[in-house]
């Protein structure tokens, strides 16, 4: 039988644009992402879900209005929902993103670093 | 600020008890669960849902009915809701699990095996 084990490094490998999550499974109503991050996003929030972060690989800040969260690889965070929160990364850095179907990346901001949500990888 | 970052090492450091679920995080309405995992566990399935394993050391085998799948460290499976499946480890593995809350690691066969489900460390 096709064996569907999805396999982190080899999906990273797949693609190396940044601030571009590209699906790489689904449970339910809910996807699983990979992105590659370098610099500044914007601030945004999610109203409607909450948000996983899992840093995979280097180094991701995450700052909110009330301070700011620092991850590093084997670590996660849960952006609360309608929390608004800017991701940054000083170098490049990799990450596992966890949200509903159909969450676009800059959430109710939108602006020209809003990205396709349906890519598969 | 109080940072809420969970680090996956730091978590496992805290138990050591085999087939038993704890929760690090929710999001919406669904739980990360940590577990370390040996030997052979029971055919079950999840009627109401997809599970996502995701291994972070060691190597699982997952047993369905028609085949199995084999994961190491980095690699994620998604057991769609319905399919009885029976996880086993050789050795002892560390994985994520990623459910709704409330989800019987037992599913619906229970037996002695059966763990509480809303054990937070």
Known sequence: ????????????????????????????????KLAK???????????????????????????????????KEGEMYVVPRGVEHKPYADKECWILLIEPAGTVNTGDAGGELTAENDVWI
Request: net charge negative; no cysteine.
């Open 1 to 32: 039988m096709t064996t569907p084990v999805i396999n982190f490094t080899d999906k990273f490998a797949q693609f190396s644009d940044l601030w571009s999550p590209k699906i790489i499974a689904q449970m339910n109503d809910y996807h699983f």
């Open 37 to 71: 991050v370098k610099g500044e996003f914007i601030w945004h929030d999610h109203p409607e879900t909450d948000e996983v972060f899992i840093v995979t690989q280097g180094q991701l800040t995450i700052h909110l209005r009330d301070g700011k969260i620092e991850l």
